[in-house]
């Protein structure tokens, strides 16, 4: 695809757009994620084509982080290299730090130092002067909330981000972060990024609402959980699968009799919606228009396609959310997977 030419239909009404809480960006029904698949030596056609599919398909916002590839950053320049063929005006580009990007006492967690280092170093992978949006991408309990927001404040006031954004904290941490940044007039908290899906509904308790409270919005990682909802494992553990290679993403107990039970009812009722199940898991994460957007992984083309196609269908009937929960109801996931209240 070289000399990419975007499609003059890309705002063709085939993708919704939503308002991040109170605030005046808007962001895509899904954003297309750089966890996976995006890291390595040198850009790869297969990685253009995914970029450009998910932007001809209305889809203007990336997700990264700093330590997203293998090896650590390659995402970024990867990223970097493939975003420029796009109007950089047309879309928003966000990064993340928190984890572990460097060996030392500053390369993780949310001190002033590593994340101020750590967006310096993203905007010189992604060749570029500024992101969209920048996130503390975990609370820190061993620094004060305050230096971690207030390095968020900075990256705003410096014009090295236009928004400031948290992920993976719970509800108190984040009405705590919204009131610190209002009492010191600081850039706001726009957005959260929860991990949050049909298998992982901890934000329901109480953290949706708070954020719909502050007009914060929400952003869904891992709304396919890991690949586990989709139809991957409906007929057990394929070799190519996350599961399969170990690599932790999907733990023992999360392939158990009942959870693979689960998801073929679960595909079942998608195939009465006339959907795939990673599509109705997506449109289901999306039904509360509180949800901003739900953010997804792609190795293909032609995932990006068949996931984008979840907002033609986005409501659920009552019949068909009591169904789900019934089925839901007669599994459990680790406990872990819950935390976050």
């Known amino acids: 695809m070289a000399n990419y030419i975007p499609d003059e239909q890309r705002y063709d009404g085939r993708m919704p757009y939503r308002k991040c809480g109170k605030w005046g960006i808007k962001l895509p029904a899904i954003t297309l994620g750089f966890w996976h698949n995006f890291g390595g030596s040198e850009v790869t056609q297969i990685q253009k084509e995914i970029v450009y599919t998910a932007f001809d398909r209305g889809i203007t916002h990336f997700d990264l ?4 590839g293998p090896p650590y950053g390659s995402a970024e320049i990867n990223a970097g290299k493939i975003l420029r063929d796009l109007p950089r005006h047309e879309i928003l580009v966000s990064t993340k730090a928190g984890y572990d990007m460097w060996p030392g006492p500053y390369g993780e967690w949310g001190s002033r130092k590593y994340l101020m280092n750590s967006l310096e170093q993203s905007l010189k992978r992604l060749d570029m002067d500024c992101v969209d949006l920048f996130y503390s991408h975990r609370f820190d309990p061993d620094t004060p909330m305050e230096e971690t927001l207030g390095a968020l404040n900075s990256a705003v006031v410096q014009g090295k981000a236009l928004y400031a954004g948290i ?6 941490q984040t009405r705590l972060a919204n009131e610190i940044c209002n009492e ?11 991990n949050y899906s049909l298998f992982n509904r901890w934000i329901e308790k109480s953290l949706i609402d708070t954020t719909d409270k502050l007009g914060i919005g929400i952003i869904a990682f891992c709304p396919l959980y890991q690949g586990l909802l989709t139809d991957k494992y409906l007929r057990g553990t394929p070799s190519s699968s996350r599961a399969a290679k170990t690599t932790g993403l999907i733990r023992e107990g999360d392939l158990s009799e009942s959870v693979i039970n689960c998801i073929n009812e679960l595909n079942t009722i998608a195939l009465d919606r006339d959907q795939t199940l990673a599509q109705m898991a997506l449109s289901w994460v999306l039904r509360d228009e509180r ?6 992984g792609a190795s293909s083309p032609e995932q990006i396609v068949e996931n984008s196609n979840c907002v033609k269908n986005l409501k659920f009937s009552v019949e068909e959310e009591d169904i789900i929960n019934r089925s839901l109801a007669k599994i459990s996931l680790p406990e872990s997977l819950w935390a976050g209240e």
């Open 184 to 194: 010191n007039g600081w850039s706001p908290i726009v957005i959260h990024q929860p």
């Open 65 to 68: 982080a700093n330590n997203y």
């Open 167 to 172: 992920s993976s904290y719970n509800t108190e």
């Open 291 to 296: 949800v901003t957007s739900a953010l997804i």
